[in-house]
């Protein structure tokens, strides 16, 4: 499409300078196909800090991505190893409403890892792309804890604990295991789990290609036997997927840009429009903080081997 100079400069003293140039990116937009770009980063859940995942934190940034002007898709980079399955479901609910709302597909594309909570994200999609070597499933539930009612008595500490209710200190890591306690537990994990084999099959299907006892029972592969087994539609990265979908002139749109700050002293890593902070930017209770969040999203991700 070509504008000669005199409609140029009619548009110009019609609708202003700014006005003209707003109506002339307008059109560039919809001369190139659009696709607008979610990371999905991180541990999943209210009660982490960092590069955590949440409803509430990635609300704003998912409405965003649904609404940019003449998009023909959304696409989701899923980097995590899973977390808290209310926010995954949480958050898938909200992607899968917008695109059906929308009316537009979205599209996975796993980097490192999508396991547990992190498939659970990627499910979301109508298709999903992997690397061959991405980390894929953990369908599954996982609680883990200490026993520590020995150590304490040796250390001569009395435990003393006072509750209104038979069952208020379940499975307190300062006494002795009950079997009732943990016949409780085994039953909520069980009903969580069904939740996540609900939308597995809710969301893949036919796609499916094994029996559920061997997709279902926790273990992780790699991306190339995700494929085979139907975990994942295909293996490829998002701008190479994209560009031969939608063309060369495809604009990808980042909608919520990665943060820095004190997971990368730790190692996490990760690109950062921000400086690191450092050490004495935290108070005493941001700093124990940050460090038991780390310890436990360190502990999440080296269950892959990352």
Same mark, same amino acid.
């Given at each position: 499409m070509?504008?000669?100079w ?8 019609r609708?202003g300078?700014?006005g003209?140039?707003?109506?002339g ?5 919809r ?5 607008a770009?979610?990371r999905l980063?991180?541990t999943i859940?209210?009660?982490m800090?960092?590069r955590?995942?949440?409803l509430?934190?990635l %609300?704003g940034?998912i409405?965003?991505?649904?609404s940019?002007s003449?998009?023909?898709a959304?696409?989701?980079?899923i980097?995590?190893p899973?977390g808290s399955?209310v926010?995954?479901s949480l958050?898938? #609910?909200?992607l899968?409403d917008?695109a059906e ?10 980097? $490192?890892?999508?396991a547990s !909570?992190?498939y659970?994200?990627a499910?979301?999609? $109508?298709?999903?792309?992997?690397d061959?070597?991405?980390v894929?499933?953990?369908i599954g539930v996982?609680? %883990?804890?200490?026993? *520590?009612?020995? %150590? ?8 003393r604990?006072y ?9 307190d890591?300062? #006494?002795?295991?009950?079997?009732? $306690?943990v016949?409780?537990l085994?039953g909520?994990l069980?009903?969580?789990h069904e939740?996540?084999k609900?939308?597995v099959r809710l969301r893949?299907?036919?796609k499916?290609?094994?029996k559920? %006892?061997?997709l279902f029972?926790g273990q992780?592969w790699? !991306?190339?036997k ?6 994942v539609?295909g293996?490829g990265d998002l701008?190479g997927?994209?560009?031969?979908r939608y063309?060369?002139k495809?604009?990808l ?6 943060k820095g700050?004190f997971r990368r002293?730790?190692g996490f890593g990760?690109?950062t429009?921000?400086?690191a902070?450092?050490l004495?930017?935290?108070s005493?209770?941001d700093?124990?903080g940050d *460090?038991?969040a780390a ?6 991700w ?5």
């Amino acid at each position: 499409m070509t504008v000669s100079w005199t409609e140029s400069v009619k548009d110009i003293l019609r609708w202003g300078p700014l006005g003209w140039l707003g109506r002339g990116l307008a059109r560039l937009r919809r001369r190139h196909p659009t696709v607008a770009v979610l990371r999905l980063s991180g541990t999943i859940g209210r009660g982490m800090r960092g590069r955590s995942l949440s409803l509430q934190d990635l %609300a704003g940034d998912i409405e965003r991505a649904f609404s940019l002007s003449h998009i023909k898709a959304v696409a989701l980079v899923i980097n995590s190893p899973g977390g808290s399955p209310v926010q995954s479901s949480l958050i898938a #609910k909200r992607l899968r409403d917008l695109a059906e709302e929308k009316d537009l597909k979205v599209y996975a594309f796993v980097e $490192d890892v999508a396991a547990s !909570g992190g498939y659970w994200l990627a499910s979301v999609a $109508d298709e999903i792309y992997a690397d061959r070597s991405s980390v894929i499933g953990s369908i599954g539930v996982i609680s %883990a804890g200490f026993g *520590l009612q020995d %150590a304490i008595s040796k250390l001569g500490v009395e435990r003393r604990v006072y509750t209104a209710g038979t069952s208020k200190s379940m499975l307190d890591p300062f #006494k002795p295991e009950q079997a009732k $306690d943990v016949k409780h537990l085994q039953g909520l994990l069980g009903e969580i789990h069904e939740a996540f084999k609900d939308q597995v099959r809710l969301r893949r299907g036919a796609k499916l290609k094994v029996k559920e %006892a061997q997709l279902f029972n926790g273990q992780f592969w790699t !991306g190339a036997k995700a494929l085979e087994l139907g975990l994942v539609d295909g293996l490829g990265d998002l701008r190479g997927e994209l560009r031969r979908r939608y063309g060369a002139k495809l604009r990808l749109v980042l909608i919520n840009p990665p943060k820095g700050g004190f997971r990368r002293l730790l190692g996490f890593g990760g690109a950062t429009q921000q400086p690191a902070r450092m050490l004495s930017d935290f108070s005493s209770g941001d700093l124990a903080g940050d *460090l038991l969040a780390a310890v436990e999203e360190r502990a999440l991700w080296s269950r892959f081997g990352l």
